[in-house]
């Protein structure tokens, strides 16, 4: 924030108390999400000066203030040294209060084979933390942007809990959420919770490849529970997601489609097996965009789309939206609106379609396997998207078997309650009559969130 940017914000102010409205700007940027607002500040380098505007209206000389400066904490980045450091061991340590910004970490351990255990990274102005290696039983929370973690070449992330990071109201369509990877591979993240952070509690962005995501927990986080998006070989499996996208915290705003638990987009050879959907915006979400071409290292230019795609043995029940929504927005649909435009009618629209083939998605045509899930929508809730809404050619179903009948997707699913012991109290385990015990579908031997978070913070108390 500039002293520009200070002064209009003080004008908005006025003006809105003038009117007898209240302060447009001294209110938190997202809701839920950081901590207490306290208010604003910019700092003039030139001059030495900062500059203060509490929320209260009160003195900064009558308060103790302290200011960070040190934009890193401890570690290496690239541009520090090339070839980073290996076999780093760091245990035990509580990092905070750093001058970072966005996509920069205040803990930096680049190279290799490191390990960050035992720690806290927290309340960083921009980015948390990047490992290259291990990250086990560390807490990250309430960074102003990204979480960060283990990340690269062969990596854990392993009993973990990512909270209340990306609080600042950055672009939640270019980098957000509790973790973002990119053009990471060959990496593993187990027993992790992702818990109220904003945009995705996890997202794996542009060319990850080889990374299994197993026993993890996915909690009321601002957009997608998980968002896996022009990557690939990705296994989803033994997950629980609740309550993701629904405005727990932050703000869930247009374009919000295509929000899920889990949000599989423009990408190819995942397995998504044996997880539980409850609650969520929509539970399973496959979006399709594509193709969206991208020149990589090791398999050239890759025409990123949804193919290959195996969900199999989930439990998706009681989401808000769709249980399962295929958000195509894609030729095969229909033309969208603003086709017409360049069209002059829709016969015009096919015919350029029919000399793009490339351009045009069937998903019944993929290599996508559906099967041997399981369903359920209480009342005012929906079942199945095929398509998006503003292209002619969508379909909603309401029932499995005419669902199977048209697409030959879960012919042997099933349409049931799952049975879960207590979700007014979060307990998502499945009773012993439950359905999803006999047809081996679900986590079934899911965790208590509340006892992964436990776990998770001991360290900080000892």
């Known amino acids: 924030m500039t002293l520009d940017d200070l002064r209009l914000a003080w004008r908005k102010h006025a003006d809105a108390l003038k009117s007898g409205k209240p302060s447009p700007v001294l209110q938190p940027p997202l809701p839920n999400l950081g901590g207490p607002f306290v208010g604003m500040f910019c700092a003039d380098p030139q001059k030495g000066w900062l500059y203060l505007w509490l929320a209260d209206g009160s003195d900064p000389n009558a308060h103790q203030v302290e200011v960070a400066t040190r934009s890193a904490l401890f570690g290496l980045s690239p541009w520090e040294n090339r070839d980073g450091v290996r076999f780093v061991h760091v245990r035990g340590f509580i990092f905070r209060h750093a001058a970072t910004f966005p996509q920069r970490a205040a803990v930096w351990l680049h190279g290799s084979d490191n390990l960050l255990e035992d720690c806290v990274v927290e309340e960083m102005a921009g980015g948390g933390v990047l490992v290259h290696g291990t990250m086990r039983r560390c807490l990250i929370r309430r960074c102003g942007h990204t979480g960060g973690g283990a990340s690269g070449e062969k990596f854990l992330n392993e009993d973990c809990v990512w909270e209340g990071n990306s609080w600042k109201p950055i672009n939640r369509g270019w980098d957000a959420g509790g973790f973002k990877l990119a053009w990471a591979k060959d990496g593993v993240f187990r027993r992790c919770l ?124 009681f989401n808000r939206g769709y249980q399962l929504a295929l958000w195509y927005d894609n030729g095969f649909f229909g033309w969208h609106p603003a086709e017409r435009a360049k069209f002059k009618n829709e016969a015009d629209y096919e015919a350029w379609l029919n000399a793009n083939p490339d351009r045009v998605f069937d998903p019944t045509k993929v290599g996508i396997v559906l099967d041997r899930n399981l369903y359920f929508a209480a009342s005012g809730q929906k079942l199945v998207l095929y398509g998006v809404p503003w292209r002619p050619r969508y379909r909603e179903f309401a029932d499995l078997v005419e669902w199977a009948k048209a697409t030959g997707f879960d012919r042997n699913s099933l349409f049931a309650d799952p049975q879960f012991v207590n979700p007014q109290a979060d307990d998502f385990r499945f009773r012993p009559d439950s359905p999803c015990r006999t047809f081996s579908v679900g986590w079934l031997m899911a965790e208590l969130p509340s006892a992964m978070w436990k776990a998770a913070t001991a360290q900080e108390k000892e």
């Open 194 to 317: 992702f818990r109220r952070n904003g945009g995705p509690g996890l997202w794996l962005d542009i060319h990850v490849r080889d990374v299994v995501i197993t026993e993890c927990v996915f909690w009321e986080n601002e957009h997608h529970g998980l968002f896996v998006e022009i990557s690939r070989d990705i296994t989803i499996t033994r997950n629980l997601f609740v309550r993701n996208g629904i405005g727990v915290v932050g703000k869930v705003e247009w374009p919000d489609w295509g929000i899920a638990g889990l949000t599989i987009a423009e990408s190819q050879n995942c397995v998504v097996a044996f997880n539980t959907f409850a609650g969520n915006k929509d539970g399973i979400a496959l979006r399709e965009q594509g193709p969206r071409p991208l020149e990589t290292p090791d398999f050239g230019v890759v025409p990123y789309h949804n193919r290959g795609l195996i969900l199999v043995g989930n439990v998706s029940a």
